[in-house]
């Protein structure tokens, strides 16, 4: 069973389209995560939400806009696609804790190719 | 700033030989310290945490991580390396200066094990 999936796995797409990532958790977990991997792998938390609230908006264009219709599902919709925008896109989810101290779960990523 | 450093980009050990794969922080708070296993084309893998207590900590697939508080330092370990082990691994530790539930990320350091 997958605990954390995505779809697509692979995207490529031209310049200036509009494009969607969908996530779902089968965990239970109560937080899920959007982060970006550039190519040299570094990997920056993007937004998060908790329990559907969003709690976590870093500075993303807003051409992101993360959406997250319940606890288990959360979706990312990337409008005017930019070559910059090619990425590997990962999703996490984790059970927040009072403390924040639990482990994430990511997905097996999307990668997007802007051409 | 809350910030986390892996020093070395890449580190090679030959395989029945001892790794150490490093990492060292800054926070302002309490550290909850974290490591992922990331293998090719895969999503992120939890390894082990850091949250208080014992400063040795023991993970998944026989690694482990000594908490040093006076160097600031969370360092993955294992005693005898596996060409299994090779993958690229990140050091992560909690934000509390954002005032969410983020967590930093390290650049990763990639472990290549010589048979």
């Known amino acids: 069973d997958t605990a954390v999936s995505q779809t697509p796995k692979y995207l490529v797409t031209q310049m200036g389209n509009d494009k969607s990532i969908k996530c779902e958790q089968n965990l239970g977990h109560d937080t899920m995560y959007w982060y970006k991997q550039d190519s040299k792998k570094f990997l920056k938390i993007m937004f998060s939400y908790n329990n559907k609230e969003l709690i976590i908006n870093e500075t993303v264009p807003n051409r992101f806009s993360p959406k997250s219709p319940d606890k288990a599902h959360l979706n990312l919709h990337i409008n005017s696609l930019e070559l910059g925008d090619s990425a590997v896109y990962f999703c996490?989810?984790?059970?927040?804790?009072?403390?924040?101290?639990?482990?994430?779960?990511f997905g097996p990523g999307t990668r997007l190719t802007v051409l | 700033a809350q910030s986390v450093a892996q020093p070395e980009d890449q580190v090679n050990v030959a395989e029945g030989n001892p790794l150490t794969v490093k990492c060292t922080y800054s926070v302002s708070g309490n550290p909850y310290l974290f490591w992922y296993v990331q293998y090719p084309n895969r999503g992120l893998q939890f390894l082990l945490k850091?949250?208080?207590?014992d400063n040795l900590v023991k993970g998944s697939y026989g690694f482990e991580a000594e908490f040093n508080k006076s160097q600031t330092s969370f360092h993955l370990k294992k005693p005898s390396a596996l060409v299994s082990d090779s993958a690229l691994y990140f050091c992560a530790v909690r934000d509390w200066g954002s005032g969410t539930y983020k967590y930093i990320f390290g650049t990763g350091t990639r472990l290549k094990v010589l048979a």
């Open positions: 996490a989810s984790s059970q927040l804790g009072a403390g924040g101290y639990n482990e994430q779960f």
């Open positions: 850091y949250i208080t207590g």
